[in-house]
């Protein structure tokens, strides 16, 4: 199976010139992670919730000022809608990422996450078991 067969084509972005709060308000009416940051067509990076807590909120940082690209995360992993699913669980694992745009030549065509790769390819969900609990150099503690 390959990624174009289980990735999702309605990828939510936000341009890197919006607030932080702007990005959270989109990430919570569709009630998902992250967006993907777009510029003019081009890809510039990604936001996360992750981002927001451990860049503005735990900094105090006031989210109706700060601008997504101060805290996007820049360099963005990205796949391939030719690469075979298990190619993408592959990369999540070894970069502890949950997330993969999917960009065909230059273009932004959807996104992959671990959810789509467990509910896809459920041979796969002790690799995804993986990435869920472990951190990286770290082992998975029961709290």
């Known amino acids: ?18 607030t932080v709060q702007e990005a959270a308000a989109v990430m919570s009416k569709f009630s998902i992670g992250s ?7 081009s890809l510039q990076g990604i936001i996360t919730e992750r981002d927001i807590m451990s860049k503005v909120v735990s900094k105090t940082l006031d989210a109706s000022k700060t601008l997504v690209s101060k805290i996007m995360t820049k360099s963005v992993i990205m796949i391939s809608p030719e690469r ?38 459920p041979k796969l969900m002790e690799q995804m078991a993986a990435l869920f609990l472990m951190t990286k150099g770290k082992k998975a503690v029961a709290g």
């Open 1 to 18: 199976m390959l990624v174009r067969d289980i990735m999702n084509k309605d990828v939510k972005t936000i341009e890197p010139d919006e």
């Open 35 to 41: 967006l993907i940051v777009i510029k003019d067509g």
């Open 84 to 121: 075979d699913v298990d190619d993408a669980a592959e990369v999540m694992v070894e970069k502890s990422i949950k997330k993969l745009p999917v960009i065909k030549g230059d273009k932004l065509i959807g996104i992959v996450t671990s959810m789509d790769i467990v509910v896809a390819q």
